[in-house]
């Protein structure tokens, strides 16, 4: 399916034959030879750089390599020119039968197109969301849920074998805040204080969440104990069965609202069971045993400390020497572990399930634990794990580029409901793909309800919308057609030769390359471009169809060529739904 691949092959092929020949020196690395779109239309359909990387190997100049080869590669079936541009790059132009295939292989597969097997069913595990289960999700959660599940899709359509993880940070000091929290919103309820209290010790600091979010939650307590811990003074006592109701009734709510945007993750691991099933002390064992642990005092860090930083003696994790900028503590002054120690023993936890290939979908504000843990990774794993952590930048909330206010429910946010509730879970997602996850992003509810070009899913939805209008207008002209996938695959392809018909089926041809790129790179993002670009392709010809009546799709009086441009727009159709599945997105039959 991949033509770029196909040619990439064609071209080695050509080299290993030289080689054999005499013409080339024997065991030249082809790993860097690449078949590629050029960056201009105009110069070919594929350019390739093996005369630029091979000519040191060779010793010759790379034109004049580029010259020998080009001989060659014009035998290739189906490459009609070859020829040498700039300082020595090839391109070829291939037939207008190898587009025309592409469009067989889409209607023959259907949203499949496109699917590739460069992961060869290697496991892979992708974390996301994980959010400390102290509040509603807002906005930048919905960004990394979005970011991790699209990743997700992507990489298990490019033929890994992938995990979904969603990590509860259920065991450190913010639920304990939030079990604080709730008792006074739980004695609110049962009429002990005021609303006036609790915001005055919020304003002490006495309490670290301020959010109405906790009232239900403390009705909730209320009605299962009564006044129970009404008159339990010992924090020791009440912290850890509120800590454990809130979690639990917090967990319920992020689980609801993700579902309400599709996301569903196959696998939930607690810190806390990690905890208690005694994997911190295994790992830091583990580290120990290794010689990767001693006691030290860690010079004071550049702006502000890190909460695991102290003057004294701690217990002190190699870290540098597996690539991070200084070592880590493991224990704080009281004994407990730190947050990093039971990052270390989740991650090793990921290792001994069988897992090599690791993403983390964090926020950026996560950015400086990167290293850390990746090198705790090595660490683990002897340097065979690898972890990718893809950080998501922060989300603003604009209404006609004015900021919305924030939520009165959670206090301090606008939350992922809210958003899901005001425009849908497929706007949500597709516009949290339209820009690569580390950059910014402005989500304005007034423009991503515009029904223009400028919105981007609008613009894609309506590529396909129109896509099944012109299917069913065909089958009441045509009453008798077969205009199934498989009837149009039957149609005279070659009845497409308009410069843009033939652009369109390009595009085509490109999406499983463009599946394999992105997956590669673990870049979803990439794929809203794509269908953006097929969208406006399609728009393009819809266009030039009405202002010239013979490339109008449908043409009562020639079926045959209608039949073609049918396909064509199926074609269309289908990667577009392809692409759409990978974000989550139900492609619309038609627009409202």
């Known amino acids: 399916m991949n033509i770029f691949a196909t040619l990439k092959s064609q071209i080695d092929a050509v080299i290993g034959e030289l080689m054999a020949e005499g013409g080339l020196p024997a065991g030249l690395d082809l790993s860097k030879v690449s078949a590629e779109p050029p ?12 005369a630029m990387v091979l000519a040191k190997p060779v010793q010759k100049a790379p034109k004049e390599l580029a010259a020998l080869l080009v001989e060659r590669l014009k035998a290739i079936p189906d490459v009609t020119e070859a020829s040498v541009a700039g300082p ?37 595990n992708v974390e996301y969301v994980s959010a400390n289960p102290t509040g509603p999700m807002h906005v930048g959660h919905a960004r990394g849920a979005v ?3 699209a990743l997700a899709r992507l990489l298990a359509k490019a033929g890994f074998a992938v995990t979904k993880e969603y990590y509860i940070n259920d065991a450190g000091g913010q639920v304990d805040h939030v079990a604080r929290a709730l008792r006074l919103r739980y004695l609110q309820v049962l009429g002990r204080v005021t609303e006036a209290d609790v915001q005055e010790a919020l304003a002490r600091k006495e ?18 104990d009564g006044d129970k811990w009404a008159g339990v003074n010992d924090d020791s006592v009440w912290i850890p069965p509120l800590r454990d109701f809130t979690v639990a009734y917090m967990m319920n709510l992020v689980k609801e609202d993700l579902v309400a945007l599709g996301v569903q993750h196959a696998v939930f691991s607690s810190e806390k069971a990690l905890v208690a ?43 540098t020497e597996f690539g991070d900028e200084v070592d880590r503590p493991l224990k704080k ?21 069988g897992f090599l290939n690791l993403v983390n979908v964090w926020g950026a504000d996560h950015g400086g634990y ?23 930048q922060m989300v603003r909330v604009l209404n006609n580029g004015e900021p919305v206010k924030m939520s009165k429910r959670a206090g301090t946010f606008v939350t992922m409901r809210e958003l899901i509730d005001e425009v849908g879970k497929d706007v949500v997602r597709f516009i949290m793909l339209t820009r690569k996850n580390d950059a910014p992003l402005d989500f304005d509810y007034a423009k991503v309800m515009e029904k223009s070009r400028e919105n981007p899913v609008f613009y894609v939805q309506y590529a396909h919308a129109r896509g099944r209008s012109v299917l069913r207008h065909a089958a009441a002209m045509f009453p008798g057609a077969d205009l199934s996938d498989t009837g149009l695959a039957r149609a ?36 809203a471009f794509y269908m953006y670009d097929l969208a406006s392709q399609f728009h393009a010809l819809w266009n030039k169809g009405n202002d010239a009546a013979q490339l109008r799709f449908l043409q009562s009086e020639d079926q045959s060529v209608s039949l073609a441009r049918l396909a064509l727009v199926r074609g269309v159709g289908l990667v577009i739904a392809s692409g759409l599945a990978v974000f989550g997105v139900d492609p619309v039959e038609e627009m409202r």
Do not use: M
């Not at 960056?39 to 093996?50: I, L, P």
């Not at 002054?333 to 399930?353: C, E, L, M, P, Q």
């Open 147 to 149: 970011v991790g599940d």
């Open 370 to 392: 990167v290293k850390r843990v990746q090198a705790a990774l090595k660490a683990i794993s002897g340097g065979k794990a690898t972890l990718d952590v893809q950080l998501c």
């Open 207 to 224: 309490i670290q969440y301020g959010g109405d979010y906790l009232i239900p939650v403390a009705e909730a307590l209320a009605a299962r």
């Open 492 to 527: 005279d392809l070659a009845r497409l030769t308009d410069v843009d018909e033939i652009g369109v089926l390009r595009a085509l041809a490109a999406w499983p390359r463009t599946v394999e790129g992105a997956a590669l790179a673990h870049e979803p993002h990439r794929l």
């Open 277 to 319: 099933e005694g994997k911190v002390d295994d790992a830091l064992k583990f580290f120990a045993d290794a010689g990767l642990t001693y006691t030290g005092i860690l010079e004071p860090p550049k702006g502000k400390a890190p909460d695991d930083w102290e003057p004294r003696p701690q217990l002190l994790f190699k870290a």
């Open 39 to 50: 960056r201009e239309s105009a110069h070919g359909d594929v350019a390739t750089n093996a």
């Open 333 to 353: 002054s009281d004994g407990s572990w730190t947050y990093f120690a039971s990052d270390i023993a989740y991650h090793k936890n990921k290792v001994d399930r």
């Open 88 to 124: 020595g790059f090839i391109n070829l132009k291939l037939a207008d039968s190898v587009w025309r295939s592409a469009l067989g292989d889409v209607l023959r597969l259907g949203t499949a197109y496109g699917d590739v097997t460069v992961g060869q069913g290697e496991p892979i």
